[in-house]
């Protein structure tokens, strides 16, 4: 794992430690790598509830109770998507926070409007959801490690 990526996961912890809160993740197209970064870090026990792997358009509905209704109209590559997948994972756990990420790392998935390297971001705490699209360059293992540095550095601009 990137140096890079273990420093914002440890600077992510001290600010949850710092303020008492626990975090949830939510993850589709990083299958985990964020929860998996968030764990490297010692003492994470303190401040990390749990993450919920939802690949598929059905766990996230089964799982983070986000809506089949919504998935079809926006698609599960979708700033909407991403915010009620944070939403969930708060509603779904004892966690105060979440981030979630679902995107298209390649090299196939790729849809008009929506190129291999999109990734869709949500932060949700307190009833209060940001969410970001952006599109990452590279093979699919770039765009995994860019989407987990990228939903780390998010959760500590949303925290702050």
């Known amino acids: 794992m990137e140096n890079d990526i273990l420093e914002l996961a440890a600077k992510v912890g001290k600010l949850l430690e710092t303020k008492g809160l626990l975090l949830a993740t939510a993850e589709s197209c990083t299958g985990g790598g964020v929860s998996q970064a968030i764990t490297e870090i010692p003492g994470s026990t303190g401040w990390f509830e749990c993450g919920f792997v939802t690949y598929s358009n059905a766990s996230k509905s089964e799982m983070l109770d ?3 209704a919504l998935i079809a109209q926006c698609g599960s590559v979708s700033v909407e998507v ?3 997948m944070a939403e969930g994972a708060v509603a ?3 966690a105060d926070v979440a981030v979630s990420t679902t995107g298209i790392a390649g090299p196939t998935g790729a849809v008009p409007g929506k190129p291999v390297g999109t990734v869709c971001f949500g932060w949700s705490k307190g009833g209060t959801t940001y969410t970001e699209r ?3 360059q590279g093979d699919r293992r770039a765009v995994r490690e860019q989407t987990v540095a990228h939903a780390l550095a998010g959760l500590l601009r949303f925290l702050e």
């Open 66 to 68: 986000v809506p089949a």
């Open 82 to 84: 991403a915010g009620a």
């Open 92 to 94: 779904n756990s004892n």
């Open 134 to 136: 952006l599109v990452f």
